[in-house]
């Protein structure tokens, strides 16, 4: 039996010759490959990019592809994400961006009041349990992937003379670092007009506490025991534990020590207790709700610092 092009899909095709010319070439090259999803279904793109990977390690490859697709973006690592942009004529890169926000910026969302960028799933999960429905209705909240890519998309803005509202809503450990964010931005903006340091500080803010997020959530949810208990159905004694041993799992690493204890994955983990965190905690969020209804209502902002 032969089996050729004319009996391949075209997605069969396409990968062949991705995987003959990786082997045809030896090894310890560059292939360079446009819309690598194309003619692969979801299911399909997340095996090939398991495989893309081990063959490009083995055979010292290296590819460079453009992708439309979110389960290719999400396969790769964070330091091998690119998103490339011309602003004010210049192009512009910026590496390390998440999913959400490189599909916002193909999709060219632009249905909301306000575009608040956040460095993560955490923030993003606290942002929607310290707003209310109103308001949630009004935002955008965008996970953009680090600090030093949300200033840069600060800056990206204010270089294009950005309309749309924005303000970056900072990890608490990164206000220590807003003079080291704030330069960054500068020099990704390439200005040096006066006015470009206000400009930013008036659309920084930043989440409780002086550390990481996932760290003052969980030192905070050990004030509110039994409500915290309850949102997961744990034994109150048990649950005081279970929140030590996220605190103890090391950094970011948190929620997942805690779901494995009472039995849900991370993202249910922080579907539960988040929103119950920000209820009861609820007055330390009062700033951030401030610096979101200004923006939303026209009101000068008040810098957080």
């Keep these: 039996m032969v089996y050729s092009g004319f009996n391949m899909g075209a997605g069969e095709n396409a990968l062949f010759e991705i995987f003959s010319s990786i082997y045809e070439s030896g090894g310890k090259s560059l292939i360079v490959i446009d819309e690598i999803e194309l003619g692969l279904h979801s299911e399909a793109q997340r095996k090939f990019m398991l495989a893309l990977k081990e063959t490009c390690q083995a055979t010292h490859t290296q590819v460079i592809c453009t992708t439309h697709s979110r389960d290719i973006f999400d396969c790769l690592p964070e330091d091998a994400r690119f998103f490339i942009e011309q602003v004010a004529g210049k192009t512009k890169v910026t590496q390390g961006i998440s999913s959400d926000f490189a599909m916002a910026k193909l999709g060219a969302r632009q249905d909301r ?27 955008d909240v965008v996970r953009i992937g680090s600090a030093g890519a949300m200033a840069r998309q600060l800056a990206a803005a204010y270089v294009r003379g950005e309309r ?66 309850a949102a997961v159905g744990a034994d109150e004694d048990e649950m005081a534990m279970f929140l030590d041993y996220g605190l103890q799992a090391g950094k970011h690493k948190e929620f997942g020590e805690i779901a494995l204890r009472v039995g849900l994955s991370r993202s249910q983990a922080i579907s539960a207790l988040i929103p119950t965190i920000c209820t009861t905690a609820s007055a330390e969020f009062e700033f951030l709700r401030e610096k979101i209804d200004n923006c939303l209502n026209d009101v000068k902002p008040k810098q957080i610092v």
């Design 113 to 139: 009041e306000l575009q608040i960028f956040v460095e993560d799933d955490i923030a993003q999960a606290v942002l929607t349990g310290v707003l209310n429905a109103t308001t949630r209705t009004r935002v």
């Design 164 to 229: 749309r509202k924005i303000i970056a809503v900072f990890d608490g450990d990164q206000a220590a670092l807003q003079v080291k964010n704030i330069a960054h931005a500068k020099s990704m903006a390439e200005t040096s007009n006066s006015d470009f340091e206000n400009w930013m500080l008036a659309r920084m803010c930043y989440l409780p506490g002086n550390t990481w997020p996932e760290s003052w959530l969980v030192q905070t949810a050990k004030n509110f025991i039994p409500m915290i208990a």
